[in-house]
């Protein structure tokens, strides 16, 4: 896989772009520019990420993996199990270490949006969630559970006795409650990306 910043760059060209100009469109300047194309930056934010792939006018996919990639469309998630990835035609997208800072995410990673109809808190209609089957608790953050009433997103953390205590996003919802044990992980949330002006 080639890395990132010659991918910007031969994207940029492609787009007939100078640097000033993709700059402008990404909202940074054009010596970010440079160093991204050189890879003296090598850790570009999530909402940098998604803007660079909109200036290029080319799908995340494509400026993360390359024309080698397989272009999939994302997983609908539903409210009900199974989780999407289980469907054998489900396709995998690669996300490097450099993008997921603060995790050593290794695993499998699927691309999900709730299906049309669908809620999820976390996870409006419309954005987009990089997801790795696990069905172990790594670290604080958001997860894919299944429960008696079907598949949700929550945030996980761990109480003080060892205990996982979950919360939803609901601003009037109590301080973190214990996850039940008939409840299970079947995913960690790696990455989001909101839908513009959501």
């Known amino acids: 896989m080639d890395s990132l910043g010659p991918r910007i760059k031969q994207l940029r060209l492609e787009a007939s772009l100078n640097k000033a100009a993709l700059a402008r469109k990404v909202g940074v300047s054009d010596v970010t520019i440079s160093y991204w194309e050189s890879g003296a930056?090598?850790?570009?934010?999530?909402?940098?990420?998604?803007?660079?792939?909109?200036?290029?006018?080319?799908?995340?996919s494509r400026l993360l993996e390359g024309d080698d990639a397989v272009l999939s469309s994302p997983l609908y998630l539903y409210g009900k199990s199974p989780a999407p990835w289980l469907d054998p035609a489900a396709n995998r997208i690669a996300l490097p270490g450099e993008y997921l800072p603060g995790t050593n995410?290794?695993?499998?990673?699927?691309?999900?949006?709730?299906?049309?109809?669908?809620?999820?808190?976390?996870?409006?209609?419309?954005?987009?969630?990089?997801?790795?089957?696990?069905?172990?608790?790594?670290?604080?953050?958001?997860?894919?559970?299944?429960?008696?009433?079907?598949?949700?997103i929550g945030q996980l953390e761990r109480g003080g006795s060892g205990e996982l205590l979950y919360s939803g996003e609901a601003k009037t919802a109590p301080k973190a409650t214990p996850l039940p044990a008939s409840d299970r992980l079947i995913g960690k949330l790696l990455m989001c990306w909101r839908q513009e002006g959501a």
């Open 41 to 60: 930056i090598k850790q570009i934010g999530h909402e940098r990420l998604v803007a660079l792939a909109e200036a290029l006018n080319c799908p995340l």
């Open 105 to 152: 995410w290794k695993g499998k990673c699927y691309l999900v949006t709730p299906a049309p109809g669908e809620h999820f808190d976390y996870l409006a209609f419309g954005d987009l969630a990089a997801v790795g089957p696990t069905a172990a608790y790594e670290m604080p953050g958001r997860y894919l559970i299944e429960g008696g009433m079907g598949l949700f």
